[in-house]
């Protein structure tokens, strides 16, 4: 059916030039939720269904893309989010069968995980930050420094809100951050906003979704792009609609607030838009309408099969 992803995925890579930056871009796989009306609780359900009929997609379940960004700055390689992990104790398995995937993406871009120096995480979320260690809790990323935003550090961290937590999903939150952050304690960064974590590179605090959502501003030449992870869940309906909430959002009026100020940052200044959870490889820009923006998906150059391997 139209908008289903292939259950025999491919390697998924592919790279391009961002000023002088080299980028890859790993897919983790595809997360599938819920029906779209559930995913989006303030939204007017009628509307979500209109909407995503006319778009072709689904209104049954909400398929979201995992794209990690990784950008060689001058032989400093940093990633962006690290994809939602196959830890077993974990509730990995609630996304879907097609997640997980990072690290042997990775390597088929031809990048080891001890290779990258700092991995910036927008936020703590399972699917952003549960693939930093394996089911052992040991670092996947022996030589990186971890990003994360100091407010989301410690609310997600924090165990002693597990016991109240109000589901099963919501405890394996907490305890699948803590498991993933505290292997790298020694390495963490954490953001207030206003950081710069390698040359080009700067964090925007954006709490909404998260109390220490981070968005980053990665500039190189005269080329900008906002990496914008969970700040929009969606290339149609949170485009059109940023008044509708996600249902994992913290604070859903400052997650909307947040939106649309960032929305407006970039489409004044022209610049590109890297989406994790956009359609592969997830860069872009937007187009404001009279109504909403619209996602203008970048036409990237065909990479050609590679047939001496
Ligand atoms: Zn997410």
């Not at 390698?198 to 500039?219: F, K, L, N, Q, S």
Request: net charge negative.
């Amino acid at each position: 059916m139209t908008g289903r992803p292939s259950t025999d995925l491919p390697q998924g890579f592919t790279r391009f030039a961002h000023g002088s930056m080299r980028c890859t871009v790993v897919s983790d796989g595809i997360i599938k939720l819920g029906g779209a009306r559930e995913s989006f609780p303030n939204a007017d359900p009628a509307e979500v269904d209109e909407l995503l009929v006319r778009h072709y997609l689904p209104t049954d379940a909400v398929f979201m893309n995992q794209n990690v960004l990784v950008i060689d700055v001058d032989g400093t390689l940093v990633m962006f989010d690290s994809g939602v992990g196959t830890d077993p104790d974990l509730g990995v398995k609630e996304f879907g069968d097609e997640t997980g995937l990072t690290i042997p993406n990775l390597k088929a871009a031809g990048i080891e995980p001890a290779q990258i120096d700092i991995i910036a995480l927008t936020h703590a979320h399972p699917d952003h930050a549960w693939g930093l260690v394996d089911a052992a809790g040991r670092r996947l990323y022996p030589n990186a420094k971890v990003a994360v935003g100091r407010a989301d550090y410690h609310y997600w961290t924090d165990l002693s809100r597990v016991a109240d937590a109000p589901s099963e999903h919501q405890k394996d939150q907490i305890i699948g951050a803590h498991k993933n952050l505290t292997a790298y304690t020694d390495d963490l960064i954490l953001l207030d906003g206003g950081e710069t974590l390698a040359p080009g590179i700067r964090a925007i605090a954006t709490p909404g979704h998260t109390p220490g959502h981070m968005v980053y501003e990665i500039t190189s030449d005269d080329e900008t792009m906002i990496c914008w992870g969970d700040l929009c869940h969606h290339q149609v309906l949170l485009l059109e609609h940023p008044e509708w909430n996600f249902m994992f959002d913290y604070d859903g009026a400052a997650a909307t607030s947040e939106r649309i100020r960032i929305y407006d940052f970039v489409d004044s200044h022209r610049y590109a838009v890297f989406g994790y959870h956009f359609p592969f490889p997830g860069l872009g820009h937007l187009r404001r309408d009279p109504g909403g923006y619209t996602w203008l998906q970048a036409n990237l150059p065909q990479r050609l099969p590679d047939r001496t391997r």
